[in-house]
């Protein structure tokens, strides 16, 4: 099975609010890259298809981390439905459709001689931000929860640009948003820097 597919199955079988659909077709369609666009220019699945890859990658460790017994008998992290983990995970990073742009840039090769290799230029004609942006685009097509708008809006975490006060405002006011944003992490640092393509 493609990842292409394997989203497409995980998206048709968890995500079935209204409007769910158009946001499907609009993903499909010519007005978006989404299923062969890289999740990052040069790190993490800087790669055609990277970005498909990485959000599945992050719906299997939040999948994985929800399901830890700690997160659920400790931090009582247990009433998420199947859809929202599927909408917080496969869409956290619509904001990278139309992004990514191929292009050229001189590395030296193992000889010490520059030569040009293939990359992606980020140029981002949508300038919203980077977890806002995937939480205006969803909202466009169907609405989200609170919750699963803070998660997806919050899922870089400390590592963004946020005042980390609000982030940890967020984190304590909506946990799904730690756990996403701690999916996205071990997806990113664990998953993808090990297998780069």
């Known amino acids: 099975m493609t990842s292409k597919e394997r989203f497409l199955e995980i998206y048709q079988t968890n995500i079935q609010r209204d409007g769910a659909d158009r946001l499907l077709s609009f993903l499909l369609s010519s007005h978006s890259d989404f299923f062969s666009a890289p999740a990052s220019s040069r790190y993490h699945g800087a790669y055609v298809g990277g970005l498909v890859d990485h959000s599945l990658n ?118 799904l948003a730690f756990a996403l944003s701690t999916a996205d992490m071990e997806a990113t640092y664990f998953l993808e820097s090990q297998h780069k393509k």
Request: proline share 4%; hydrophobic share 35%.
């Open 58 to 175: 992050v719906y299997d460790c939040l999948k994985d981390y929800l399901a830890r017994p700690r997160v659920q008998e400790v931090y009582d992290l247990k009433n998420y439905s199947e859809e929202t983990i599927a909408i917080v995970a496969l869409l956290h990073d619509l904001c990278k459709i139309n992004c990514y742009h191929p292009g050229f840039r001189n590395v030296k090769n193992d000889a010490g001689i520059w030569e040009k290799v293939p990359t992606f230029e980020f140029r981002d004609e949508i300038p919203y931000g980077h977890g806002e942006k995937s939480v205006y685009i969803i909202s466009g097509y169907m609405r989200l929860s609170r919750e699963e708008a803070f998660a997806i809006r919050y899922h870089m975490g400390f590592s963004g640009t946020e005042d980390t006060r609000n982030v940890g405002a967020a984190f304590e006011k909506f946990p």
